[in-house]
């Protein structure tokens, strides 16, 4: 069945806030993913969106997602994507549509002279892992991934 990529739209919000609950269960962490259909919505679609959505179509319905955000290098002196979830429902998995996703982001960069698609990968998730094997990306190996979140962001922003 052919995948058609297009932007999202607004109706498209809570099916993508369901994607990215269902993410967060397979990546072990459900009780973490607090995200609603208002604030995805507001990201998406508000004033001055910082977040950005293609969404896959297949029959019907959605099949996945892709939601993203730029980056800047000041090595390159240009932007970039971080693709911060990739998701295909189940029923639509091994059908090329996590394929056409990327390769909608990768002409994005492309077109518009962006210097790099990157994502992070959990260590464990092996099908993922095999799968962004076979598009030639390749691991940032010597860079640590670090995070300052509730009280620890709190307390160094002094509050």
Known sequence: MPVTIRPAEPADVPT????????AAYEREPESCLLTGDQLHDALFGDAPAVFATV???????AGAAI???????WTGVHGVHLEDLYVSPDH????????????LARTCVDRGWAR????????NT????????LASEPLDGWTTHRVDGAALTALAGR
Do not use: N
């Open 68 to 74: 993203w955000f730029l980056t800047y290098s000041t």
């Open 16 to 23: 993508l806030v369901r994607f990215v609950h269902e993410l």
């Open 56 to 62: 896959a179509v297949q029959g019907d319905g959605l």
């Open 127 to 134: 099908p993922a892992l095999d799968f962004y094997a076979t």
């Open 117 to 124: 698609l990157e994502w992070a990968v959990l260590d464990w």
């Open 93 to 104: 998995r091994r059908h090329g549509v996590a394929r056409a996703l990327l390769a909608d």
